[in-house]
């Protein structure tokens, strides 16, 4: 049986791992939106870093006993339908969607790492998506004043 205290590790991680499979998707949904543009490559880029962190933390709910999520649950459905929304009304609306999704994500990320419930080995996969959720919201902050 497992202690009280993996259980938590494993749900606080599954947690992150529903927002990354969220933006995941919701990428997509921007990914369709620009189709031929500049932002592009950029984007695609964000889409693969979020893949990779799902990846990881999947992994990381495997090592510690957990058994992670298969998909976004209803973060990612209310995601979706932000990020459509925004579609409809412009690049900058979809890029703002965007690094409201980011923000929110590394906000996410530093309240995991303030709880103070996560083995060492987790919270220092933690500490290296802080960089990248921070690189996101500069550069869609820059997309946003060239669109």
């Known amino acids: 049986m497992q202690s009280t205290e993996t259980l938590t ?27 031929g543009e500049p932002q592009i490559d950029q984007l695609r880029g964000f889409q693969r870093d979020h893949r990779d962190a799902a990846d990881k933390l999947w992994h990381h709910i495997e090592k510690h006993g957990g058994k992670p999520s298969k998909d976004s649950g209803a973060w ?8 459509g929304s925004a579609k409809l009304f412009g690049d900058t609306a979809a890029l703002k969607a965007l690094k409201e999704g980011e923000e929110h994500g590394l906000k996410e990320y530093q309240d995991a790492l303030e709880g103070g419930k996560l083995p060492a080995d987790c919270r220092e996969l933690i500490q290296g998506f802080l960089g990248k959720q921070r690189q996101h919201i500069e550069v869609i902050d820059r997309l946003m004043t060239t669109t």
Not at 14 to 26: F, N, Q
Not at 76 to 83: I, L, R
Request: cysteine-free; proline content about 0%; overall charge negative.
């Open 9 to 35: 590790d494993t749900s606080v991680l599954d947690s992150l791992l529903r927002g990354e499979m969220s933006a995941v998707e919701t990428y997509r949904q921007a990914i369709d939106k620009f189709a």
């Open 76 to 83: 990612g459905a209310f995601a979706k339908a932000v990020t």
